[in-house]
C-alpha cells in the first residue's frame, strides 16, 4: 500500500513555463511534507517544507500549497529553468524523527 | 565540509560477498538512516538510529546488519549479497525538527 503518491510520473515544461507535481496521502499522522530534489549522482537535497497549519508556503520560485481535508498536497515552480530538470520527490513523516515515506517521483525537463 | 558523507561512492562486488559502507555526519545530530533506492528510483527506508540505538528495522532481511559506533557513525554492513541488493544506499541525518539532511549515496553493483 503505497502512502504518498505522486504524480506525474514524468514532465516537460518550456523554459518559464509554471511546473506543477502533485501528491496525496493516506495517513492522516503525518504532520511534515517536504519536498526534495535530486540531481543525477546525487542525494535528494531538501527544497521546501511545509506542516499542515498552513495552506502555502513559497520561498523564491518554489510554493508548496497544503490542503488538510483532500490530504493533498503540491509543488509549484514558477519561471522554470533548464537548472530546475531534476527528479522530484515528496514525502510525508509524523511527529518527531520518523522516517520520511516518499512518493515514486517526478522526472522534470525544462526546455528552452 | 561536507554535512553527511559516505564512503565508498561505488562498490562492485561478486554475489555472496560481504560488504560495508560508511557514513559520517558532522551536523551533531541525534537521528540517522539508512534508504535505499532502487532501479526505479524509489526511495525506501531501512533503518532508523537515534542517539547510537535501533529504532527502526523496516523489514530488511538479516543479512543487513547496521552499526552505530557513535552519533556521528552510521555503517551499514551487508553480508551474502545477492543479485537484489544492487541499488542506490543513502545515509541520511536528522535533528530535532525533523529535517533529513542525506548523503552523496553509494551506488552498490551485485555482479
Known amino acids: 500500500q503505497q502512502q504518498v503518491k505522486q504524480s506525474p510520473q514524468s514532465l516537460i515544461v518550456q523554459k518559464g513555463g509554471i511546473s506543477i507535481i502533485n501528491c496525496a496521502y493516506e495517513?492522516?499522522?503525518?504532520?511534515?511534507f517536504p519536498w526534495y530534489q535530486q540531481f543525477p549522482g546525487k542525494g535528494p537535497a531538501l527544497l521546501i517544507a511545509?506542516?499542515?497549519?498552513?495552506s502555502e508556503k513559497k520561498e523564491g520560485r518554489f510554493t508548496i500549497s497544503f490542503n488538510k481535508s483532500a490530504k493533498q498536497f503540491s509543488l509549484h515552480i514558477m519561471d522554470s529553468q533548464p537548472g530546475d530538470s531534476a527528479t522530484y520527490f515528496c514525502?510525508?513523516?509524523?511527529?518527531?524523527?520518523?522516517?520520511?515515506?516518499f512518493g515514486k517521483g517526478t522526472r522534470l525537463s525544462v526546455i528552452a | 565540509d561536507t554535512a553527511v558523507s559516505q564512503t565508498p561512492k561505488y562498490l562492485v562486488t561478486q554475489m555472496g560477498n560481504d560488504k560495508s559502507i560508511k557514513c559520517e555526519q558532522n551536523?551533531?545530530?541525534?537521528?540517522m538512516y539508512w534508504y535505499k533506492q532502487d532501479s526505479k528510483k524509489f526511495l525506501k527506508i531501512m533503518f532508523s538510529?537515534?542517539?547510537?540505538?535501533?529504532?527502526i528495522n523496516e523489514t530488511v532481511p538479516n543479512r543487513f546488519s547496521p552499526k552505530s559506533p557513535d552519533k556521528a557513525h552510521l555503517n551499514l554492513h551487508i553480508n551474502s549479497l545477492e543479485l537484489g541488493d544492487s541499488a542506490v544506499y543513502f545515509c541520511?541525518?536528522?535533528?530535532?525538527?525533523?529535517?533529513?539532511?542525506f548523503g552523496p549515496g553509494t551506488r552498490l553493483t551485485v555482479l
Open positions: 511545509i506542516r499542515p497549519d498552513v
Open positions: 551536523l551533531g545530530h541525534d537521528t
Open positions: 514525502a510525508a513523516s509524523m511527529v518527531g524523527n520518523t522516517p520520511l515515506v
Open positions: 495517513n492522516t499522522a503525518f504532520d511534515y
Open positions: 541520511a541525518s536528522s535533528p530535532p525538527s525533523g529535517t533529513q539532511y
Open positions: 538510529y537515534n542517539n547510537k540505538e535501533l529504532i
